[in-house]
Protein backbone atom coordinates (compact mmCIF):
# COMPACT_ATOMS: atom_id res chain seq x y z
CA UNK A 1 0.00 0.00 0.00
CA UNK A 2 2.48 2.38 1.03
CA UNK A 3 5.51 3.07 -0.64
CA UNK A 4 7.48 5.29 1.92
CA UNK A 5 8.16 4.23 5.36
CA UNK A 6 6.36 2.33 6.97
CA UNK A 7 6.78 0.87 10.40
CA UNK A 8 4.46 -1.29 11.54
CA UNK A 9 0.98 -0.12 12.66
CA UNK A 10 0.96 -0.38 16.24
CA UNK A 11 4.17 1.09 17.39
CA UNK A 12 5.54 -1.42 19.90
CA UNK A 13 8.13 -1.01 22.36
CA UNK A 14 10.72 -1.03 20.14
CA UNK A 15 9.31 0.18 16.67
CA UNK A 16 11.93 -0.86 13.99
CA UNK A 17 11.27 -0.17 10.72
CA UNK A 18 12.27 -2.52 7.74
CA UNK A 19 15.90 -1.89 6.73
CA UNK A 20 14.96 -0.97 3.18
CA UNK A 21 12.48 1.86 4.14
CA UNK A 22 15.29 3.92 5.98
CA UNK A 23 13.74 7.26 6.40
CA UNK A 24 16.26 10.35 6.61
CA UNK A 25 15.90 12.52 10.10
CA UNK A 26 17.49 15.47 11.03
CA UNK A 27 18.21 16.50 14.42
CA UNK A 28 18.67 20.07 15.09
CA UNK A 29 19.20 21.10 19.03
CA UNK A 30 22.32 23.45 20.09
CA UNK A 31 23.34 21.06 23.06
CA UNK A 32 25.15 18.84 21.40
CA UNK A 33 25.12 15.79 23.51
CA UNK A 34 21.41 15.89 23.52
CA UNK A 35 21.30 15.57 19.81
CA UNK A 36 24.00 13.09 19.27
CA UNK A 37 21.85 10.82 21.76
CA UNK A 38 18.83 11.17 20.06
CA UNK A 39 21.00 10.39 17.05
CA UNK A 40 22.27 7.79 18.43
CA UNK A 41 18.79 6.28 19.65
CA UNK A 42 17.48 6.61 16.36
CA UNK A 43 20.16 4.94 14.57
CA UNK A 44 19.41 2.60 17.08
CA UNK A 45 15.73 2.15 15.26
CA UNK A 46 17.59 2.13 12.06
CA UNK A 47 17.15 5.75 10.61
CA UNK A 48 19.47 7.34 9.22
CA UNK A 49 20.22 10.20 11.38
CA UNK A 50 22.40 13.64 10.69
CA UNK A 51 22.40 16.53 13.52
CA UNK A 52 22.86 19.94 13.33
CA UNK A 53 23.97 22.29 16.45
CA UNK A 54 22.33 25.56 14.65
CA UNK A 55 19.70 27.00 12.49
CA UNK A 56 22.02 28.14 9.42
CA UNK A 57 23.89 24.27 9.60
CA UNK A 58 20.19 23.02 9.83
CA UNK A 59 19.47 24.72 6.87
CA UNK A 60 22.81 24.48 4.93
CA UNK A 61 22.19 20.12 5.79
CA UNK A 62 18.77 20.63 4.23
CA UNK A 63 20.42 22.18 1.11
CA UNK A 64 22.60 19.45 0.31
CA UNK A 65 19.95 16.97 0.59
CA UNK A 66 16.27 16.07 1.63
CA UNK A 67 15.29 15.33 4.85
CA UNK A 68 11.96 13.23 5.41
CA UNK A 69 10.92 14.37 9.22
CA UNK A 70 12.97 16.48 11.44
CA UNK A 71 13.02 17.39 15.20
CA UNK A 72 13.50 20.84 15.63
CA UNK A 73 14.59 22.47 19.48
CA UNK A 74 12.55 25.14 20.28
CA UNK A 75 14.57 27.09 22.09
CA UNK A 76 17.96 28.02 20.16
CA UNK A 77 20.45 30.82 19.25
CA UNK A 78 19.84 32.97 16.38
CA UNK A 79 16.80 31.48 15.26
CA UNK A 80 14.56 29.93 17.05
CA UNK A 81 13.01 26.77 16.42
CA UNK A 82 9.59 28.59 15.19
CA UNK A 83 11.16 30.25 12.43
CA UNK A 84 13.39 27.29 11.04
CA UNK A 85 10.13 25.47 11.39
CA UNK A 86 8.99 28.04 8.52
CA UNK A 87 11.95 27.92 6.74
CA UNK A 88 12.33 24.12 6.16
CA UNK A 89 8.70 23.74 5.18
CA UNK A 90 9.14 26.47 3.01
CA UNK A 91 12.34 24.68 1.03
CA UNK A 92 10.72 21.37 1.41
CA UNK A 93 6.64 20.87 1.75
CA UNK A 94 7.13 17.37 2.35
CA UNK A 95 9.04 17.49 5.34
CA UNK A 96 7.99 16.78 8.38
CA UNK A 97 8.90 18.28 11.72
CA UNK A 98 8.25 17.26 15.52
CA UNK A 99 9.30 20.43 17.89
CA UNK A 100 11.06 19.86 21.30
CA UNK A 101 9.90 22.09 23.33
CA UNK A 102 10.66 23.06 27.01
CA UNK A 103 8.03 21.84 29.56
CA UNK A 104 5.52 23.60 30.52
CA UNK A 105 5.07 25.35 26.96
CA UNK A 106 2.05 23.44 25.86
CA UNK A 107 1.14 26.79 24.26
CA UNK A 108 4.03 26.50 22.45
CA UNK A 109 3.72 23.37 21.43
CA UNK A 110 0.21 24.04 19.94
CA UNK A 111 1.75 27.31 18.21
CA UNK A 112 3.90 24.84 16.77
CA UNK A 113 1.55 23.17 15.49
CA UNK A 114 -0.69 25.71 13.81
CA UNK A 115 2.23 27.17 12.11
CA UNK A 116 2.90 23.38 10.17
CA UNK A 117 4.56 21.06 12.85
CA UNK A 118 3.08 18.12 12.72
CA UNK A 119 3.64 17.06 16.68
CA UNK A 120 5.83 18.19 19.57
CA UNK A 121 7.73 16.70 22.19
CA UNK A 122 7.65 17.93 26.11
CA UNK A 123 11.89 17.64 27.00
CA UNK A 124 12.87 15.67 28.99
CA UNK A 125 11.23 12.95 27.20
CA UNK A 126 11.62 9.50 26.73
CA UNK A 127 13.45 8.23 24.28
CA UNK A 128 10.74 5.36 23.73
CA UNK A 129 8.00 7.70 23.21
CA UNK A 130 9.89 10.05 21.25
CA UNK A 131 10.49 6.62 18.53
CA UNK A 132 6.63 6.32 18.70
CA UNK A 133 6.16 9.32 17.57
CA UNK A 134 8.94 9.54 15.00
CA UNK A 135 7.45 6.52 13.63
CA UNK A 136 3.37 7.72 13.60
CA UNK A 137 4.50 10.89 11.89
CA UNK A 138 6.51 8.89 9.32
CA UNK A 139 3.41 7.01 8.63
CA UNK A 140 1.49 10.03 8.36
CA UNK A 141 3.98 11.58 5.91
CA UNK A 142 3.62 8.51 4.21
CA UNK A 143 -0.13 8.73 3.94
CA UNK A 144 0.33 12.49 2.91
CA UNK A 145 2.41 11.56 0.24
CA UNK A 146 0.53 9.41 -1.31
CA UNK A 147 -2.25 11.54 -1.38
CA UNK A 148 0.13 14.22 -3.03
CA UNK A 149 0.24 11.54 -5.91
CA UNK A 150 -3.32 10.94 -6.00
CA UNK A 151 -4.39 14.72 -5.77
CA UNK A 152 -1.50 16.60 -6.64
CA UNK A 153 -3.99 19.97 -6.40
CA UNK A 154 -5.18 19.38 -2.55
CA UNK A 155 -3.08 20.35 0.03
CA UNK A 156 -3.19 18.39 3.30
CA UNK A 157 -1.34 20.74 5.21
CA UNK A 158 -2.96 23.67 4.52
CA UNK A 159 -5.99 22.11 6.18
CA UNK A 160 -4.22 22.29 9.73
CA UNK B 1 2.01 56.69 35.39
CA UNK B 2 1.47 56.28 38.85
CA UNK B 3 1.53 60.31 39.29
CA UNK B 4 -1.22 59.93 36.67
CA UNK B 5 -2.90 57.60 38.95
CA UNK B 6 -2.29 59.68 41.78
CA UNK B 7 -3.77 62.67 39.94
CA UNK B 8 -6.76 61.19 39.16
CA UNK B 9 -7.27 59.76 42.54
CA UNK B 10 -6.74 63.03 44.18
CA UNK B 11 -9.26 65.06 41.86
CA UNK B 12 -11.72 62.74 42.80
CA UNK B 13 -11.45 63.04 46.63
CA UNK B 14 -11.32 66.96 45.67
CA UNK B 15 -14.77 66.75 43.93
CA UNK B 16 -16.04 64.30 46.27
CA UNK B 17 -15.05 66.85 49.39
CA UNK B 18 -16.42 69.76 47.52
CA UNK B 19 -19.59 67.96 47.06
CA UNK B 20 -20.01 67.34 50.87
CA UNK B 21 -18.82 71.33 51.34
CA UNK B 22 -21.77 72.39 49.18
CA UNK B 23 -24.14 70.27 51.19
CA UNK B 24 -23.01 71.60 54.34
CA UNK B 25 -22.67 75.30 53.10
CA UNK B 26 -26.35 74.71 51.97
CA UNK B 27 -27.56 73.58 55.62
CA UNK B 28 -25.58 76.33 57.24
CA UNK B 29 -27.21 79.07 55.08
CA UNK B 30 -30.50 77.21 55.49
CA UNK B 31 -30.55 77.24 58.99
CA UNK B 32 -28.84 80.86 59.31
CA UNK B 33 -31.44 82.52 57.21
CA UNK B 34 -33.58 84.13 59.56
CA UNK B 35 -30.23 86.08 60.69
CA UNK B 36 -29.20 87.23 57.58
CA UNK B 37 -27.84 90.75 56.66
CA UNK B 38 -29.43 93.24 54.12
CA UNK B 39 -25.59 94.22 52.79
CA UNK B 40 -24.83 92.10 49.62
CA UNK B 41 -21.15 92.87 50.11
CA UNK B 42 -21.41 91.37 53.91
CA UNK B 43 -23.14 88.43 53.12
CA UNK B 44 -20.90 87.74 50.56
CA UNK B 45 -18.34 87.95 52.95
CA UNK B 46 -19.40 85.77 55.23
CA UNK B 47 -20.63 83.35 53.11
CA UNK B 48 -17.13 83.43 51.67
CA UNK B 49 -15.15 82.62 54.64
CA UNK B 50 -17.96 80.18 55.30
CA UNK B 51 -17.24 78.02 52.71
CA UNK B 52 -13.39 77.94 53.30
CA UNK B 53 -13.76 76.80 56.99
CA UNK B 54 -16.17 74.08 55.55
CA UNK B 55 -13.83 73.16 52.80
CA UNK B 56 -11.00 72.98 55.14
CA UNK B 57 -12.88 70.71 57.97
CA UNK B 58 -14.34 68.27 55.47
CA UNK B 59 -10.40 68.36 53.60
CA UNK B 60 -9.69 67.64 57.28
CA UNK B 61 -12.25 64.73 57.92
CA UNK B 62 -11.78 63.30 54.54
CA UNK B 63 -8.06 62.81 55.08
CA UNK B 64 -7.88 64.73 51.53
CA UNK B 65 -5.06 66.85 52.43
CA UNK B 66 -2.91 64.29 52.79
CA UNK B 67 -3.51 63.25 49.29
CA UNK B 68 -4.24 66.02 47.35
CA UNK B 69 -0.69 67.42 46.44
CA UNK B 70 0.06 70.71 44.28
CA UNK B 71 -1.79 73.32 42.69
CA UNK B 72 -5.59 71.73 42.92
CA UNK B 73 -6.40 72.22 45.82
CA UNK B 74 -5.85 75.98 46.39
CA UNK B 75 -7.19 76.39 42.88
CA UNK B 76 -10.44 74.73 43.28
CA UNK B 77 -10.85 76.25 46.39
CA UNK B 78 -10.49 79.54 45.68
CA UNK B 79 -12.62 79.08 42.26
CA UNK B 80 -15.34 77.27 44.31
CA UNK B 81 -15.42 79.98 47.18
CA UNK B 82 -15.63 82.74 44.83
CA UNK B 83 -18.33 80.71 43.05
CA UNK B 84 -20.88 80.00 45.61
CA UNK B 85 -19.78 83.43 47.30
CA UNK B 86 -21.03 85.26 44.15
CA UNK B 87 -24.05 83.42 43.54
CA UNK B 88 -25.24 83.15 46.23
CA UNK B 89 -25.34 87.04 46.89
CA UNK B 90 -26.32 88.13 43.95
CA UNK B 91 -29.41 86.17 43.91
CA UNK B 92 -31.93 87.87 45.69
CA UNK B 93 -34.99 85.28 47.03
CA UNK B 94 -34.92 82.59 49.21
CA UNK B 95 -35.27 79.72 46.54
CA UNK B 96 -32.95 80.99 44.08
CA UNK B 97 -30.16 81.31 47.04
CA UNK B 98 -29.71 77.60 46.79
CA UNK B 99 -30.43 76.44 43.32
CA UNK B 100 -26.70 77.10 41.96
CA UNK B 101 -25.48 75.29 44.33
CA UNK B 102 -27.74 72.49 43.93
CA UNK B 103 -26.62 72.71 40.43
CA UNK B 104 -22.61 72.24 41.67
CA UNK B 105 -23.44 69.17 43.80
CA UNK B 106 -25.05 67.88 40.93
CA UNK B 107 -22.29 68.42 38.35
CA UNK B 108 -20.10 67.48 41.05
CA UNK B 109 -21.83 64.38 41.56
CA UNK B 110 -22.32 63.50 38.37
CA UNK B 111 -18.56 63.48 37.70
CA UNK B 112 -17.36 61.26 40.55
CA UNK B 113 -20.05 58.45 40.62
CA UNK B 114 -20.41 55.88 38.24
CA UNK B 115 -23.85 56.52 36.18
CA UNK B 116 -26.04 54.35 38.33
CA UNK B 117 -25.10 56.27 41.51
CA UNK B 118 -25.51 59.19 39.41
CA UNK B 119 -28.63 58.84 38.69
CA UNK B 120 -29.55 58.25 42.92
CA UNK B 121 -28.20 61.74 43.67
CA UNK B 122 -29.62 63.03 40.98
CA UNK B 123 -33.24 61.81 41.96
CA UNK B 124 -32.27 62.62 45.45
CA UNK B 125 -31.04 66.25 44.74
CA UNK B 126 -34.29 66.55 42.89
CA UNK B 127 -36.65 65.38 46.00
CA UNK B 128 -35.18 68.11 47.97
CA UNK B 129 -35.51 70.54 45.32
CA UNK B 130 -39.41 69.91 45.12
CA UNK B 131 -40.08 69.61 48.67
CA UNK B 132 -38.03 72.94 49.45
CA UNK B 133 -40.32 74.79 46.40
CA UNK B 134 -43.61 73.06 47.80
CA UNK B 135 -42.75 74.30 51.61
CA UNK B 136 -41.43 77.67 50.38
CA UNK B 137 -44.59 78.23 48.34
CA UNK B 138 -47.59 76.04 49.43
CA UNK B 139 -46.88 75.60 52.34
CA UNK B 140 -46.37 79.18 53.44
CA UNK B 141 -49.20 80.81 54.64
CA UNK B 142 -49.75 83.14 51.84
CA UNK B 143 -51.58 85.72 53.80
CA UNK B 144 -48.31 86.43 55.62
CA UNK B 145 -46.46 87.94 52.97
CA UNK B 146 -46.70 91.25 50.89
CA UNK B 147 -45.30 90.71 47.68
CA UNK B 148 -42.26 92.53 48.43
CA UNK B 149 -40.77 90.93 51.04
CA UNK B 150 -37.79 89.96 50.23
CA UNK B 151 -36.84 87.76 53.12
CA UNK B 152 -40.46 85.87 54.23
CA UNK B 153 -38.48 84.89 58.03
CA UNK B 154 -37.98 88.47 59.11
CA UNK B 155 -41.30 89.62 57.85
CA UNK B 156 -42.82 87.08 59.74
CA UNK B 157 -40.89 88.36 62.77
CA UNK B 158 -41.57 91.88 61.98
CA UNK B 159 -45.33 90.88 62.01
CA UNK B 160 -45.19 89.25 65.07
CA UNK B 161 -48.30 87.99 65.45
CA UNK B 162 -48.02 85.02 67.68
CA UNK B 163 -49.90 82.97 65.49
CA UNK B 164 -48.26 84.27 62.20
CA UNK B 165 -45.28 83.49 64.60
CA UNK B 166 -45.98 79.98 65.43
CA UNK B 167 -46.93 78.83 61.86
CA UNK B 168 -43.49 80.52 60.47
CA UNK B 169 -41.92 78.82 63.44
CA UNK B 170 -43.33 75.27 62.45
CA UNK B 171 -42.34 76.05 58.86
CA UNK B 172 -38.99 76.24 59.61
CA UNK B 173 -38.75 73.42 61.35
CA UNK B 174 -39.93 71.53 58.92
CA UNK B 175 -37.14 72.48 56.70
CA UNK B 176 -34.38 71.78 59.16
CA UNK B 177 -35.24 68.68 60.02
CA UNK B 178 -36.40 67.70 56.04
CA UNK B 179 -32.73 69.50 55.07
CA UNK B 180 -30.71 67.69 57.42
CA UNK B 181 -32.16 64.38 57.39
CA UNK B 182 -31.38 64.25 53.81
CA UNK B 183 -27.95 65.84 53.99
CA UNK B 184 -26.63 63.27 56.40
CA UNK B 185 -27.97 60.32 54.32
CA UNK B 186 -26.17 61.83 51.31
CA UNK B 187 -23.00 62.30 52.88
CA UNK B 188 -23.52 59.09 54.25
CA UNK B 189 -23.95 57.33 50.65
CA UNK B 190 -20.77 59.40 49.52
CA UNK B 191 -18.87 58.41 52.28
CA UNK B 192 -19.86 55.05 51.98
CA UNK B 193 -18.41 54.95 48.85
CA UNK B 194 -15.36 56.52 49.82
CA UNK B 195 -14.87 53.32 52.55
CA UNK B 196 -15.75 50.70 49.96
CA UNK B 197 -13.54 51.61 47.94
CA UNK B 198 -10.59 51.82 50.09
CA UNK B 199 -11.62 48.79 51.03
CA UNK B 200 -11.56 47.41 47.34
CA UNK B 201 -8.33 49.51 46.49
CA UNK B 202 -6.39 47.07 49.86
CA UNK B 203 -7.88 44.01 48.94
CA UNK B 204 -6.54 44.82 45.38
CA UNK B 205 -3.08 45.92 46.19
CA UNK B 206 -2.94 42.87 48.28
CA UNK B 207 -3.63 40.09 45.27
CA UNK B 208 -1.46 42.37 43.37
CA UNK B 209 1.39 41.48 45.89
CA UNK B 210 0.58 38.36 45.64
CA UNK B 211 0.85 37.98 42.12
CA UNK B 212 4.02 39.75 42.25
CA UNK B 213 5.30 37.02 44.57
CA UNK B 214 4.05 33.87 42.23
CA UNK B 215 5.63 36.12 39.22
CA UNK B 216 8.95 35.86 41.14
CA UNK B 217 8.62 32.73 41.98
CA UNK B 218 7.44 31.52 38.63
CA UNK B 219 10.69 32.95 36.96
CA UNK B 220 12.48 31.64 39.74
CA UNK B 221 11.54 28.23 39.14
CA UNK B 222 11.41 28.46 35.80
CA UNK B 223 14.94 29.19 35.40
CA UNK B 224 15.66 26.19 37.91
CA UNK B 225 13.59 24.01 36.44
CA UNK B 226 15.28 24.58 32.73
CA UNK B 227 18.92 24.20 34.18
CA UNK B 228 17.70 21.07 35.76
CA UNK B 229 15.49 19.75 33.29
CA UNK B 230 18.50 19.33 30.68
CA UNK B 231 20.96 17.62 32.34
CA UNK B 232 17.59 15.07 33.84
CA UNK B 233 16.53 15.17 29.91
CA UNK B 234 20.27 14.05 28.62
CA UNK B 235 20.91 11.11 31.95
CA UNK B 236 17.62 9.44 31.38
CA UNK B 237 17.75 9.58 27.43
CA UNK B 238 21.38 8.08 28.05
CA UNK B 239 20.35 5.84 30.47
CA UNK B 240 17.49 4.58 28.06
CA UNK B 241 20.12 3.97 25.78
CA UNK B 242 22.23 1.85 28.30
CA UNK B 243 19.44 0.06 29.18
CA UNK B 244 18.87 -0.79 25.49
CA UNK B 245 22.08 -2.56 25.23
CA UNK B 246 22.41 -4.41 28.67
CA UNK B 247 20.68 -7.53 29.26
CA UNK B 248 17.34 -7.59 30.46
CA UNK B 249 18.54 -10.43 33.32
CA UNK B 250 21.90 -8.92 34.06
CA UNK B 251 22.27 -7.31 37.83
CA UNK B 252 23.60 -4.29 35.62
CA UNK B 253 20.17 -3.96 34.53
CA UNK B 254 18.60 -3.59 37.38
CA UNK B 255 20.72 -1.35 38.83
CA UNK B 256 20.00 0.57 35.71
CA UNK B 257 16.54 0.20 35.82
CA UNK B 258 16.48 1.86 39.63
CA UNK B 259 18.67 4.46 38.60
CA UNK B 260 15.84 5.32 35.59
CA UNK B 261 12.76 5.04 38.29
CA UNK B 262 14.47 8.00 40.82
CA UNK B 263 15.67 10.14 37.68
CA UNK B 264 12.11 9.95 36.42
CA UNK B 265 10.76 10.94 39.80
CA UNK B 266 13.19 14.02 39.79
CA UNK B 267 11.32 14.85 36.43
CA UNK B 268 8.49 14.36 38.00
CA UNK B 269 9.07 16.95 40.92
CA UNK B 270 10.23 19.46 38.80
CA UNK B 271 7.22 19.26 36.85
CA UNK B 272 5.04 19.60 39.19
CA UNK B 273 6.90 22.60 40.81
CA UNK B 274 6.98 24.01 37.52
CA UNK B 275 2.98 23.62 37.37
CA UNK B 276 2.07 24.85 40.52
CA UNK B 277 4.16 28.27 40.43
CA UNK B 278 3.75 29.10 36.67
CA UNK B 279 -0.35 29.34 36.31
CA UNK B 280 -0.39 33.15 36.70
CA UNK B 281 1.75 33.90 33.66
CA UNK B 282 0.02 32.52 31.20
CA UNK B 283 -2.11 34.34 29.19
CA UNK B 284 -6.09 34.86 29.45
CA UNK B 285 -8.20 33.68 26.09
CA UNK B 286 -11.07 32.42 25.06
CA UNK B 287 -10.42 28.12 24.49
CA UNK B 288 -12.38 25.52 23.50
CA UNK B 289 -13.13 23.20 26.27
CA UNK B 290 -13.48 19.92 24.01
CA UNK B 291 -10.00 20.78 22.29
CA UNK B 292 -7.89 21.27 25.60
CA UNK B 293 -9.93 18.24 27.19
CA UNK B 294 -9.25 16.06 23.90
CA UNK B 295 -5.08 17.42 24.52
CA UNK B 296 -5.07 16.24 28.03
CA UNK B 297 -6.90 12.75 26.51
CA UNK B 298 -3.91 12.69 24.18
CA UNK B 299 -1.42 13.09 26.41
CA UNK B 300 -2.88 10.45 29.03
CA UNK B 301 -2.89 7.85 26.08
CA UNK B 302 0.42 6.11 26.63
CA UNK B 303 0.11 5.83 29.92
CA UNK B 304 -3.27 4.45 29.71
CA UNK B 305 -2.08 1.95 27.15
CA UNK B 306 0.56 0.90 29.66
CA UNK B 307 -1.56 0.04 32.30
CA UNK B 308 -4.33 -1.17 30.30
CA UNK B 309 -7.13 1.26 31.34
CA UNK B 310 -10.54 2.26 29.42
CA UNK B 311 -11.01 5.59 29.32
CA UNK B 312 -14.74 6.65 27.66
CA UNK B 313 -14.87 10.02 26.80
CA UNK B 314 -18.13 12.00 26.96
CA UNK B 315 -17.59 15.98 25.54
CA UNK B 316 -20.23 17.77 24.14
CA UNK B 317 -18.78 19.62 21.43
CA UNK B 318 -20.92 22.30 21.11
CA UNK B 319 -19.30 23.66 24.72
CA UNK B 320 -18.99 27.52 24.55
CA UNK B 321 -15.81 29.15 24.22
CA UNK B 322 -14.51 29.85 27.68
CA UNK B 323 -12.17 33.06 28.79
CA UNK B 324 -9.41 30.83 30.59
CA UNK B 325 -5.61 30.23 30.99
CA UNK B 326 -4.84 27.41 28.58
CA UNK B 327 -2.13 25.96 29.92
CA UNK B 328 -3.65 26.10 33.57
CA UNK B 329 -6.92 24.56 32.01
CA UNK B 330 -4.66 21.69 30.26
CA UNK B 331 -2.78 20.59 33.08
CA UNK B 332 -5.85 20.77 35.89
CA UNK B 333 -7.64 17.75 33.58
CA UNK B 334 -4.10 15.96 32.69
CA UNK B 335 -3.81 16.04 36.37
CA UNK B 336 -6.96 14.89 36.86
CA UNK B 337 -6.94 11.80 34.05
CA UNK B 338 -3.33 10.78 36.12
CA UNK B 339 -4.50 10.72 39.15
CA UNK B 340 -7.39 8.68 38.47
CA UNK B 341 -5.52 6.65 36.14
CA UNK B 342 -2.70 6.42 39.22
CA UNK B 343 -5.78 4.83 41.32
CA UNK B 344 -7.34 2.44 39.50
CA UNK B 345 -5.78 -1.01 38.92
CA UNK B 346 -5.27 -2.62 35.66
CA UNK B 347 -7.62 -3.19 33.18
CA UNK B 348 -9.88 -0.01 35.41
CA UNK B 349 -12.39 2.35 33.72
CA UNK B 350 -12.15 6.38 33.52
CA UNK B 351 -15.12 8.06 33.07
CA UNK B 352 -14.38 11.95 31.40
CA UNK B 353 -17.54 13.84 30.42
CA UNK B 354 -18.20 17.46 29.69
CA UNK B 355 -21.36 19.46 28.84
CA UNK B 356 -22.93 22.78 29.07
CA UNK B 357 -25.86 23.32 31.35
CA UNK B 358 -28.04 26.69 33.28
CA UNK B 359 -26.73 26.92 36.82
CA UNK B 360 -28.95 26.60 39.15
CA UNK B 361 -31.82 29.52 39.88
CA UNK B 362 -30.83 31.62 42.58
CA UNK B 363 -32.06 34.76 42.25
CA UNK B 364 -34.73 34.52 39.34
CA UNK B 365 -35.91 32.39 36.36
CA UNK B 366 -34.60 34.72 34.32
CA UNK B 367 -30.97 34.17 35.35
CA UNK B 368 -29.60 32.12 32.25
CA UNK B 369 -25.98 31.83 33.06
CA UNK B 370 -24.37 28.90 32.01
CA UNK B 371 -22.09 26.22 33.27
CA UNK B 372 -19.54 24.24 32.23
CA UNK B 373 -19.42 21.03 33.82
CA UNK B 374 -16.27 18.81 33.83
CA UNK B 375 -16.08 15.58 35.63
CA UNK B 376 -13.66 12.54 35.95
CA UNK B 377 -14.59 9.57 37.42
CA UNK B 378 -13.13 6.53 38.08
CA UNK B 379 -13.16 2.69 39.11
CA UNK B 380 -10.52 2.70 41.55
CA UNK B 381 -9.89 2.33 45.21
CA UNK B 382 -11.68 5.67 46.15
CA UNK B 383 -10.26 8.34 48.54
CA UNK B 384 -10.48 7.59 52.52
CA UNK B 385 -12.71 10.15 54.30
CA UNK B 386 -9.96 11.54 56.26
CA UNK B 387 -7.78 12.55 53.52
CA UNK B 388 -10.95 14.32 51.32
CA UNK B 389 -10.87 17.03 52.89
CA UNK B 390 -7.28 17.73 52.94
CA UNK B 391 -6.38 16.71 48.95
CA UNK B 392 -6.68 20.12 47.97
CA UNK B 393 -3.77 20.81 50.03
CA UNK B 394 -0.40 21.37 48.75
CA UNK B 395 2.40 18.87 49.71
CA UNK B 396 -0.72 16.90 50.94
CA UNK B 397 -0.48 13.01 49.45
CA UNK B 398 -1.82 9.81 50.00
CA UNK B 399 0.59 8.24 47.45
CA UNK B 400 3.46 7.73 49.55
CA UNK B 401 6.72 9.28 50.30
CA UNK B 402 9.13 10.40 46.79
CA UNK B 403 6.26 8.74 44.68
CA UNK B 404 4.34 11.91 44.13
CA UNK B 405 4.58 15.27 45.00
CA UNK B 406 1.55 16.62 46.51
CA UNK B 407 1.21 19.05 44.06
CA UNK B 408 -1.26 17.24 41.70
CA UNK B 409 -4.67 17.96 42.94
CA UNK B 410 -3.42 21.42 44.41
CA UNK B 411 -2.95 22.85 40.81
CA UNK B 412 -6.08 21.98 39.97
CA UNK B 413 -7.51 23.64 42.75
CA UNK B 414 -5.36 26.46 41.69
CA UNK B 415 -6.59 26.52 38.06
CA UNK B 416 -10.03 26.45 39.18
CA UNK B 417 -10.21 28.74 41.60
CA UNK B 418 -8.55 31.35 39.19
CA UNK B 419 -11.31 30.40 36.66
CA UNK B 420 -14.13 31.50 39.25
CA UNK B 421 -14.92 27.58 39.01
CA UNK B 422 -16.04 25.19 42.25
CA UNK B 423 -15.03 21.27 42.93
CA UNK B 424 -16.44 19.06 44.15
CA UNK B 425 -15.08 14.96 45.01
CA UNK B 426 -17.27 12.55 46.04
CA UNK B 427 -15.73 9.07 46.76
CA UNK B 428 -16.74 5.43 48.10
CA UNK B 429 -14.12 3.48 49.39
CA UNK B 430 -13.12 0.51 46.84
CA UNK B 431 -16.14 1.88 44.70
CA UNK B 432 -13.57 4.75 43.49
CA UNK B 433 -13.67 8.53 43.04
CA UNK B 434 -15.44 11.10 41.46
CA UNK B 435 -14.31 14.79 40.58
CA UNK B 436 -16.77 16.91 39.51
CA UNK B 437 -15.47 21.08 38.18
CA UNK B 438 -18.17 23.53 37.69
CA UNK B 439 -16.80 26.67 35.36
CA UNK B 440 -18.58 29.93 34.54
CA UNK B 441 -19.57 29.82 31.00
CA UNK B 442 -18.42 33.55 30.46
CA UNK B 443 -15.10 32.20 32.10
CA UNK B 444 -12.99 34.52 33.64
CA UNK B 445 -14.84 38.06 33.75
CA UNK B 446 -13.64 41.66 32.48
CA UNK B 447 -12.46 42.99 36.20
CA UNK B 448 -10.56 40.18 35.98
CA UNK B 449 -9.24 41.17 32.56
CA UNK B 450 -8.40 45.30 34.54
CA UNK B 451 -6.29 43.10 37.20
CA UNK B 452 -4.60 41.57 34.50
CA UNK B 453 -3.41 44.31 32.97
CA UNK B 454 -2.56 46.33 36.31
CA UNK B 455 -0.54 42.77 36.79
CA UNK B 456 1.12 43.33 33.90
CA UNK B 457 2.41 46.79 34.10
CA UNK B 458 3.64 45.17 37.70
CA UNK B 459 5.34 42.62 35.56
CA UNK B 460 7.17 44.96 33.32
CA UNK B 461 8.05 47.21 35.98
CA UNK B 462 9.61 44.15 37.65
CA UNK B 463 11.20 43.13 34.78
CA UNK B 464 12.46 46.69 33.93
CA UNK B 465 14.18 46.73 37.45
CA UNK B 466 15.99 43.36 36.82
CA UNK B 467 17.41 44.15 33.62
Given at each position: MASA?????RPAKNPRPKAASRARLLVVDDEIDFAR???????????????????????????????????????????????????????????????????????????????GACDYLAKPFKLNSMKEKVAEALERRARYLEEQSLFPQRSTMDEW | ?????????????????????????????????GSRSQSIAV?????????????????????????????????????DTLLAGVWISASGGPVSNYMPLFLLILVSALMILPPKRAVVVVAWVLVIAIVT??????????????????????????????????????????????FLVMITLLCFVLMRQVWS???????????????????????????????????????SGNLELLMGETRKDS?????????????????NTVRDVLDYSRQSLSEIKPVSVPHILQAAVQAIQPKLKEKEAKLIVDIDPNLPALLAYTEGLFQAHLNLLENALDSIDTGGLITLSAKF????????????????????????????????????????????FGKGTGLGLAIVKRVVDEHRGTITVESRMGEGSSFTILFPAEGISAERDHEKDALGYNADHLNGKDA
Open positions: AKPRKMIQTSLAQSGYRVDIAQSATQAIALQRKKPYDLALVDLRMPEMTGLELLQYLKLRDKGIFVIMMTAYGSFSIGIEALKK | MSSFETDRQSFRHLLRARTLCLGLLILLLWLGEEAGWNILLFAVVLSLVFMALGGIRRITGFLLPLVMIVLYLDFAWRLPMVFDAGDINPFSAILEKSSLEFRRAAYLHQGVRWVFREEKLRAREKSLEQKRHFIQMGELTGRIAHGVNTPLGLIKTYKQLAQIDQYVQRAIQYRQVRLSAADKRGEIKVMVRDTGRGIPSPDLKRIFEPFYSTKG
